[in-house]
C-alpha cells in the first residue's frame, strides 16, 4: 500500500496496516521541504502502481488530493484495523480507513475516504457520506445519515435517526438529539447550531496530517 501525507496520521494508518500484515511500498507528500518520514524517503510525486490511502485529516484537502489522483488513474485501498469490529453485511467505501476498537455495525455504509477513528461506533444502518471524519469514541446509534465532509468531534454521542448535512462541524462531547443543518458549526448538550461556516470557509477545517 502506497501513501499519501507524511505526518502523524500516517502513522496510525501504517500500524492499521501491519495489522493485516500489510507493507508500506513508499509515501509522498506535497511539502517539499519533508525528506524523510520514519524510515522512508519521501517522494513528490506519486510514483506506485500500488493502492493508495490518502493520510489527511483535513476532510476538504483529502478530497481535492482523491479527485486529482482519481483524474491521473490512480486506485485507493482501504485500511482496517485487526482490532476493529466492521460487519460482513456493512461497506467501507474505497480509501476510507476504519481504526482500533471502531465498531461498524449490521447494514451500515460508510463513504469514500472516510475516516472511522480509534474506538468510535457507527451503529445499524447509518449512512455516512465521503470525506467524512468520525473522531475517537464518538458513537453513533442507528439509522442517522452524515453528510459529506464534516467532522463529528471526539466522544459526540448522536441518538438514532437524526441526520447532520455536509460540511459541518460537530464540537467534542456534544449530545446530537436533533437534526443538523448543512455548513455550520454546533456543539453543546444538547447540540445546538453556534454559527454558520459560510463566513469561515477558509477555516472550515484545522490542516491535519
Not at 31 to 58: F, L, P, Q, Y
Not at 105 to 123: D, Q
Not at 187 to 201: D, Q
Request: proline share 2%; hydrophobic share 40%.
Amino acid at each position: 500500500m502506497y501513501l499519501y501525507g507524511a505526518g502523524g496520521h500516517a502513522r496510525v494508518i501504517r500500524d492499521i496496516l501491519e495489522s493485516r500484515g500489510v507493507k508500506v511500498s513508499g509515501i509522498c507528500d506535497d511539502n517539499t521541504t519533508v525528506s524523510r518520514w520514519m524510515e522512508m524517503e519521501v517522494s513528490h510525486a506519486v510514483k506506485t502502481t500500488d493502492d493508495i490511502i490518502i493520510c489527511i485529516g483535513n476532510g476538504e484537502y483529502r478530497r481535492q488530493v482523491a479527485e486529482r489522483l482519481a483524474q491521473q488513474g490512480f486506485r485507493f485501498g482501504r485500511a482496517i484495523h485487526a482490532a476493529a469490529i466492521v460487519s460482513p453485511s456493512s461497506e467501507v467505501g474505497e480509501g476510507s480507513v476504519v481504526m482500533a476498537g471502531a465498531v461498524v455495525n449490521s447494514g451500515s455504509h460508510i463513504g469514500r475516504h472516510c475516516i472511522v477513528n480509534t474506538g468510535a461506533v457507527v451503529e445499524h444502518e447509518c449512512i455516512i457520506g465521503d470525506y467524512v471524519h468520525i473522531s475517537p469514541h464518538a458513537t453513533l446509534c442507528g439509522g442517522l445519515s452524515i453528510g459529506e465532509g464534516t467532522w463529528i468531534g471526539a466522544g459526540v454521542v448522536v441518538v438514532q435517526g437524526v441526520k447532520i448535512g455536509r460540511g459541518s462541524i460537530v464540537g467534542a462531547g456534544s449530545v446530537v438529539l436533533k437534526d443538523i443543518p448543512d455548513g455550520v458549526v454546533a456543539y453543546g448538550n444538547p447540540c445546538r447550531v453556534v454559527r454558520s461556516l459560510e463566513a469561515i470557509t477558509q477555516k472550515r477545517y484545522e490542516k491535519t496530517y
